[in-house]
T-cell receptor, first 117, second 116 residues
Framework: AQKVTQAQTEISVVEKEDVTLDCVYE???????LFWYKQPPSGELVFLIR??????QNEISGRYSWNFQKSTSSFNFTITASQVVDSAVYFC??????????????FGPGTSLSVIP | NAGVMQNPRHLVRRRGQEARLRCSPM?????VYWYRQLPEEGLKFMVY????????ESGMPKERFSAEFPKEGPSILRIQQVVRGDSAAYFC??????????????FGNGTRLTVT
């Protein structure tokens, strides 16, 4: 069965600190997609990144970076020099769309990040 | 270039009433997904529909919940005889056929259902 674990329920950091959000996933399939979504206090879901299982290259986008390690089934997300606007709940997610051709996405429980000014 | 549109944004129902949530997919999209987010939890898949067809409803509660995506008009998630446990945020996403390979799901802003 597929599962996404985000062990950190809540994290608080002071502005400008770096913070890493952990994500561990389980799947029996060799082909899958991994995602991160952000849910700010206003409630909408903001797509951040999708990575397919064939591509283990780390990715950097501005202050955001992602570390995909297939050997440990982890897809961690780091925010560098955090800002108050980064305060949100962050969801890691898994999809077997490569197998099913549609996005039945399994979400983790989320990590609530508070950035304190 | 409108995204996925959901309405209403907030819905309050008394126990026993019916709730109807609407989702208008992005232009050109014929596939719709519904997800539910219970308080303090992540999103859970409910149902995947194509025009006039339910493809996967493995996440739908067996009773009181139904979904449709007619040939014309928005997709509707219907909850009959609501109970307090139905209070949640309901998110919709849409896609084109085969799009799962090319781009990720983008979600609407959700409908927050409160059952009093």
């Amino acid at each position: 069965a597929q599962k996404v674990t985000q062990a950190q329920t809540e994290i608080s950091v002071v502005e400008k600190e770096d913070v890493t959000l952990d994500c561990v996933y389980e799947t029996r399939d060799t082909t899958y997609y991994l995602f991160w979504y952000k849910q700010p206090p206003s409630g909408e879901l903001v797509f951040l990144i999708r990575r397919n299982s064939f591509d283990e290259q780390n990715e950097i986008s501005g202050r955001y970076s992602w570390n995909f390690q297939k050997s440990t089934s982890s897809f961690n997300f780091t925010i560098t020099a955090s800002q108050v606007v980064d305060s949100a709940v962050y969801f890691c997610a898994l999809s077997e769309a490569m197998k099913t051709s549609y996005d039945k996405v399994i979400f983790g429980p989320g990590t609530s990040l508070s950035v304190i000014p | 270039n409108a995204g996925v549109m959901q309405n209403p944004r907030h819905l309050v129902r008394r126990r026993g009433q019916e709730a109807r949530l609407r989702c208008s997919p992005m232009k050109g999209h014929s596939h719709v997904y519904w997800y539910r987010q219970l308080p303090e939890e992540g999103l859970k898949f409910m149902v995947y529909l194509q025009k006039e067809n339910i493809i996967d409803e493995s996440g739908m509660p067996k009773e009181r919940f139904s979904a449709e995506f007619p040939k014309e008009g928005p997709s509707i998630l219907r909850i009959q005889q609501v109970v307090r446990g139905d209070s949640a945020a309901y998110f919709c996403a849409s896609s084109r056929p085969g799009q799962a390979y090319n781009s990720p799901l983008h979600f609407g802003n959700g409908t927050r259902l409160t059952v009093t």
